[in-house]
């Protein structure tokens, strides 16, 4: 046999393609996921702000730099999201929601009020400019849809009286975003406030014209996506939730938004067969949003405004909190209720980020972004932590043998009418 020798250099040496790498990468964040959530399992606590730690460990700045599967975790991160609210909005009729929204909208200003007027005021005082500022005052005002709605469904409290409360509150901040985000992104170009008016209309329109064929047209949207094959219902709900959440993002209202409202329209058998084959698919992507969101901050750039943003995170958690109480006692919840509603309120997150992330784009401020992703992580952090513990940390009325106030008699449709299956708490919790 004829042995024919190359020589060594002209060989190819063997490379791993980036399908390969993102793989690769993916492969070992899913790992990771699954290890940290049995760890979570054992000692009792969220999953979430693990996970978001292991985003800071994985990110720019970490030990262990992720930059392959980047752009693939930014898109998980997406549908994370807009999964996670599809799940909440099937949970809810399109008339609890109404309802809701008319029984809580004074505590909805109360919220724009008391949570967007402290970041404001520390971005004059930092010395920013007062767009920069403004940025800041949305940071601060905008809880966390995704971590919310996600801790919601891990501790079994969708059922509960006060969660209508929550999630009106938290659609409520929607809206206010799909009008706020327009404004802001017209200012940071140098355009005049009349194109930022006509660009929040065209958002509000968007949004009320979502609310009408969730309430009118609810079971024709279930009569066109229903089938007896779970593979074709599948195919169904996710290609409308995505082309509804990509064409709500297109018009600059949230995709979140969009995908919520969706869930509000799909009824019926429908609904009850999503509610069952969605979770674990949320689940995986939800676990990719918090990670990514880890993957966006260097830890180096945090140190120089821990304290501030601390500071500012200790000033907002607390009127989150008081916001909370203060709706869900007018809509008749008991102590332990208002206490869980202000506590579940604390979170922020992917709204915040996006907010921030428009002001560095277009170089508002240079601390703008670690600021920001300081203050987030503080508190997507503890809040996930306070709602783990809300039924063990006594409300702040018993903190000096006194109790509380009687709550006040529920306004009508504070109970949601499509969760079954769960015991509706009592009043008095």
């Given at each position: 046999?004829?042995?024919?020798?190359?020589p060594?250099?002209?060989?190819?040496e063997p490379?791993?393609?980036h399908a390969g790498?993102v793989?690769?990468?993916l492969?070992?964040?899913?790992?990771?996921?699954?290890?940290?959530?049995?760890?979570a399992?054992r000692?009792?606590?969220p999953?979430?702000?693990?996970?978001?730690?292991?985003?800071l460990?994985?990110?720019?700045?970490?030990?262990i730099?992720?930059?392959?599967g980047?752009?693939?975790?930014e898109?998980?991160?997406?549908?994370?999201v807009?999964l996670?609210?599809?799940?909440?909005?099937?949970e809810?009729s399109?008339?609890?929601?109404?309802?809701?929204l008319?029984?809580?909208?004074?505590?909805?200003?109360?919220?724009?009020?008391?949570n967007a007027?402290?970041?404001f005021a520390?971005?004059?005082?930092?010395?920013?400019?007062?767009t920069a500022?403004?940025?800041?005052a949305?940071?601060?005002y905008?809880?966390?849809?995704?971590?919310?709605?996600r801790l919601?469904?891990?501790?079994?409290?969708?059922?509960?009286r006060?969660?209508?409360?929550?999630?009106?509150?938290?659609?409520?901040e929607?809206?206010?975003?799909?009008?706020?985000?327009?404004i802001?992104?017209?200012l940071?170009?140098g355009?005049?406030?009349?194109?930022g008016?006509?660009?929040?209309?065209?958002?509000?329109?968007?949004v009320a014209?979502a609310?009408v064929?969730?309430?009118?047209?609810?079971?024709h949207?279930s009569?066109?996506v229903?089938?007896?094959?779970?593979?074709?219902l599948?195919l169904?709900?996710?290609g409308?939730?995505f082309?509804?959440?990509?064409l709500?993002?297109?018009v600059q209202v949230?995709?979140a938004?969009?995908?919520?409202?969706?869930?509000?329209?799909?009824?019926?058998?429908?609904?009850?067969?999503v509610?069952?084959l969605l979770?674990p698919?949320?689940?995986?992507?939800?676990?990719?949003?918090?990670?990514?969101?880890?993957?966006?901050?260097?830890?180096?750039?945090?140190i120089?405004?821990?304290?501030p943003a601390?500071a500012?995170?200790?000033?907002?958690?607390?009127?989150?909190?008081?916001?909370g109480?203060w709706a869900?006692?007018?809509n008749?919840?008991?102590?332990k209720?208002q206490?869980?509603t202000?506590?579940?309120?604390?979170p922020?997150?992917?709204f915040?980020?996006?907010?921030a992330?428009?002001g560095?784009?277009a170089g508002?401020?240079?601390?703008?972004g670690?600021?920001?992703a300081a203050y987030?992580?503080?508190?997507?952090?503890?809040?996930?932590?306070?709602?783990r513990?809300?039924n063990?940390?006594?409300?702040?009325?018993t903190?000096w043998?006194?109790?509380?106030s009687?709550a006040?008699?529920?306004?009508p449709?504070?109970?949601?009418?499509?969760?079954?299956?769960?015991?509706?708490r009592d009043?008095?919790?």
């Open positions: 046999m004829l042995a024919i020798a190359l060594l250099e002209v060989l190819p490379e791993t393609s790498a793989l690769i990468e492969g070992i964040i899913l790992l990771v996921l699954a290890a940290l959530g049995r760890v399992a000692l009792g606590i999953s979430i702000p693990l996970y978001l730690l292991a985003g460990v994985m990110g720019d700045g970490g030990f730099p992720v930059s392959a980047e752009e693939f975790l898109v998980g991160a997406e549908i994370g807009v996670l609210l599809l799940l909440l909005g099937l809810y399109p008339e609890d929601l109404r309802n809701g008319k029984s809580n909208w004074a505590a909805g200003l109360l919220d724009g009020v008391a007027v402290p970041g520390v971005g004059l005082m930092l010395g920013w400019s007062p500022a403004l940025l800041l949305g940071v601060t905008i809880s966390s849809s995704g971590i919310i709605a919601l469904d891990d501790f079994d409290r969708v059922a509960n006060e969660t209508p409360v929550l999630l009106s509150l938290l659609v409520m929607d809206i206010v975003m799909a009008v706020f985000l327009p802001v992104a017209v940071l170009v355009a005049s406030l009349v194109q008016a006509i660009a929040a209309g065209v958002a509000l329109g968007i014209l609310f064929i969730s309430m009118r047209f609810s079971h949207v009569r066109l229903h089938s007896r094959s779970r593979e074709l599948l169904g709900v996710l409308l939730t082309l509804v959440a990509g709500a993002d297109a949230s995709a938004v969009g995908a919520f409202l969706l869930g509000l329209t799909l009824s019926g058998q429908v609904a009850d067969d509610r069952t979770p698919l949320r689940d995986v992507f939800g676990g990719l949003f918090f990670v990514f969101f880890g993957l966006m901050i260097d830890p180096r750039d945090l120089p405004v821990l304290l601390l500012l995170a200790l000033v907002t958690a607390v009127t989150k909190i008081y916001t109480m869900a006692k007018r008749g919840i008991g102590p209720g206490w869980r202000g506590l579940s309120l604390v922020r997150g992917e915040s980020i996006v907010i992330g428009l560095v784009a508002a401020e240079s601390q703008l670690p600021f920001t987030v992580l503080i508190l997507a952090v503890t809040g996930s932590l306070l709602m513990f809300a063990k940390i006594p409300p702040p009325g903190w043998g006194a109790s509380t009687p006040r008699a529920p306004s449709g504070a109970t949601p009418s499509r969760v079954t299956g769960r015991a509706q009043a008095s919790t």
